[in-house]
């Protein structure tokens, strides 16, 4: 469990992502998430606040997807919360 500021929140997740299968994004509030699963060649991705969308993406367009979300549920956030975790993944 890490607090990150936003700013440096994309860098951080993808450089995390190399060394867990699940990371989970949470605003300070923790009342609005993004999860990442990694699956094989792919990304999962699960937006559950503002939008409930699910993603599945390459690591190619991985970066321009998230910085969406990001700036999408977390427009006022300055912090941001980041679970690692090697466990299952559940919608």
């Known amino acids: ?15 995390a992502l190399d060394k867990n299968f699940l990371l989970e994004i949470k605003s300070y509030k923790r009342n609005r998430t993004i999860k990442i699963f990694k699956k094989g060649l ?8 503002f939008w409930k ?3 599945q993406v390459k690591k190619e367009e991985l970066r321009k997807i998230l910085k969406k ?23």
């Open 1 to 15: 469990m890490s607090l990150i500021d936003k700013d440096n929140a994309l860098n951080w997740v993808i450089k």
């Open 42 to 49: 792919y990304f999962q991705i699960v937006e559950n606040g």
């Open 53 to 55: 969308e699910n993603f």
């Open 69 to 91: 979300l990001i700036r999408r549920e977390f427009p006022r956030s300055h912090k941001l919360w980041i679970f690692k975790a090697k466990g299952e993944f559940k919608l």
